[in-house]
Nanobody, 124 residues
Framework: VQLQASGGGSVQAGGFLRLSCAAS????????MGWYRQAPGKERELVAE????????YADSVKGRFTISDDNAKNTVVYLQMNSLKPEDTAVYYC??????????????????WGQGTQVTVSS
């Protein structure tokens, strides 16, 4: 399983971006998928996560500005809509998945995967 992340870029404060993270050719039966970020000199932190059971969690710093959503119709895709961006949102954003899917033999496959990082830069 590979996770393909996209959507980063450079914006001015107050702007918006939408990140996408797609599981390559795979639809998960159960999952918790999230977006993390890491700014220079800081530890990686959870930004938002969503589960197949419907639970959603946000970091306090992004509540009311960021929205995480998912689409599990074909392959599993998670989006992060980031509005009212601030310079302190500048970081490399990584998607992550804890997942279960069933292989061609009907056996469950459980795993965890990180996507490649995507840079988000917010200028003041």
């Amino acid at each position: 399983v590979q996770l393909q992340a996209s959507g980063g870029g450079s914006v001015q404060a107050g702007g918006f971006l939408r990140l996408s993270c797609a599981a390559s050719g795979r639809r998960f039966s159960r999952y918790t998928m999230g977006w993390y970020r890491q700014a220079p000199g800081k530890e990686r932190e959870l930004v938002a996560e969503i589960s197949s059971g419907g639970s959603i969690k946000y970091a306090d710093s992004v509540k009311g500005r960021f929205t995480i959503s998912d689409d599990n119709a074909k392959n599993t895709v998670v989006y992060l809509q980031m509005n009212s961006l601030k310079p302190e949102d500048t970081a490399v954003y990584y998607c992550n998945a804890d997942y279960t899917y069933y292989n061609d033999y009907g056996s469950p496959v459980v795993g965890r995967q990180w996507g490649q990082g995507t840079q988000v830069t917010v200028s003041s």
